[in-house]
């Protein structure tokens, strides 16, 4: 079956500008999570969906990014008036039920990010 | 302050033999660790979860070890090949159990020569 899909693959914008980064979980997983990979670095954890919990939003690193999930099913992060330190590669996950503990987490290919 | 380490050197070894990668946590109580493989261009892929109460797991050829006491993990690959060659990540559940987040490592690059 699909796996998880995230659009655009590629994305160049001006500091100052808008963005916003499409995630497609894979089909039934009530999980999803946003990560953040900058050059040579591990994935940083940004935001976390679960079912019709609140997420848990712990990671997002100031007030300009947001994300929602509509329908638990699609997410899309929004990063307002973008930096050029927001440049990074944005990971994207999901998980069948989100148990505490146990589930395999499936990773989209990454939308890249260039704040110019 | 709350950390996961791993080798930021690359590891370089020769075909055939066994790769040892190390992941060490301080100020964490992970009730589960995972290791992921991620190459480049491409999101992470998932390869073995062990929980705190298993000293060892084994899949193939790898092989992940658990110490809670020394707060680490290693993970093996034996017979060692050059696809075998990208990073790998340790993930680590920073509420031990309590959710599904996953805190991950910066990861270790491993290059395998033929």
């Known amino acids: 079956g699909a796996g998880v899909s995230q659009s655009p693959s590629n994305k160049v914008t001006e500091k100052g500008k808008d963005v916003e980064l499409r995630c497609d979980p894979i089909s039934g997983h009530t999980a999803l999570y946003w990560y953040r990979q900058s050059l040579g670095q591990g994935l940083e954890f940004l935001i976390y969906?679960?079912?019709?919990?609140?997420?848990?939003k712990s990671g997002l690193p100031s007030d300009r990014f947001s994300a929602e999930r509509t329908g638990g099913s699609v997410s899309t992060l929004t990063i307002q008036r973008t930096q050029q330190e927001d440049s990074a590669v944005y990971l994207c996950?999901?998980?069948?039920?989100?148990?505490?503990?146990?589930?395999?987490?499936?990773f989209g290919p990454g939308t890249r990010l260039t704040v110019l | 302050s709350q950390k996961i380490e791993q080798n930021s050197e690359a590891l370089n070894i020769q075909e055939g033999k066994t790769a040892t990668l190390t992941c060490n946590y301080t100020?964490?109580?992970?009730?589960?660790l995972q290791w992921y493989r991620q190459d480049p261009g491409r999101g992470p892929v998932f390869l073995l979860l062990?929980?705190?109460?298993?000293k060892e797991k084994r899949k193939e050829r790898l092989k992940v070890t658990f110490d809670t006491t020394l707060k680490q993990s290693l993970f093996h690959i034996t017979a060692s090949q050059p696809a075998d060659s990208a990073t790998y990540l340790c993930?680590?559940?920073?509420?031990?159990?309590?959710?599904?987040?996953?805190?991950f490592g910066t990861g270790t690059l491993l290059a395998v020569q033929p």
């Open positions: 100020n964490y109580s992970p009730a589960y």
């Open positions: 996950a999901s998980s069948l039920e989100g148990r505490g503990g146990t589930d395999t987490q499936y």
């Open positions: 062990i929980r705190e109460n298993e």
């Open positions: 993930a680590l559940d920073p509420y031990g159990g309590a959710t599904n987040k996953l805190i």
């Open positions: 969906f679960q079912g019709n919990s609140a997420p848990d």
